[in-house]
């Protein structure tokens, strides 16, 4: 079981630092496709985005052990291996959050290259989660995951690894 915001990492941050104060967030994000090439999509519970499963990175882990962690928190699924084609540093866009709080997050991507378990419709931090289609997403599908898709294609076609 996931720990709460409160007791995590970058919550014990938040709490040290003030409402106001921007802070920087580091975590993963990762992409699971189905064997007929659909995608993970979880709706978020704090703002009901679309999103791919992903959080912040804990004290004492590595990005891999937080992007394996949150497709098992966030949908269910147990990744087995992943590889990174992506790190994004949202260096201008600190919009406050829900909770009106202000984040520049640094986030790697990760395409999940096995996994194993059934994707759970609702988590601790999710209320739906469901295989879509890449060309058939969810009203509400956060821009990440439009990103991740194509910066996934170029890095599959190209091995371009993305990085801003």
């Known amino acids: 079981m996931a720990s709460s915001w409160e007791e995590s990492y970058i919550g014990g941050l938040r709490t040290l630092a003030g409402d106001d104060r921007v802070l ?17 999509l979880i709706q978020r519970s704090d703002d009901r985005t679309w999103a791919l499963p992903g959080g912040t990175i804990e004290l004492g882990e590595t990005l891999r052990d937080c992007a394996v962690r949150e497709v098992r928190e966030e949908c269910g699924l147990i990744a087995h291996s992943v590889t990174p084609f992506g790190l994004y540093t949202r260096a201008k866009d600190w919009s406050p959050n829900v909770f009106g709080h202000r984040y520049q997050h640094i986030a790697l991507l990760c395409r999940v290259d096995s996994y194993e378990g059934e994707i759970l419709r609702e988590t601790d931090e999710s209320v739906d989660a469901g295989w879509f289609s890449p060309d058939a997403l969810p009203e509400g599908t956060g821009g990440l995951v439009l990103r991740a898709l194509e910066d996934l294609a170029a890095f599959e076609r190209n091995g371009v690894f993305a990085l801003d």
């Open 24 to 40: 920087i967030s580091i975590g993963a994000h990762s992409l699971v496709r189905d064997p007929q090439g659909r995608i993970a």
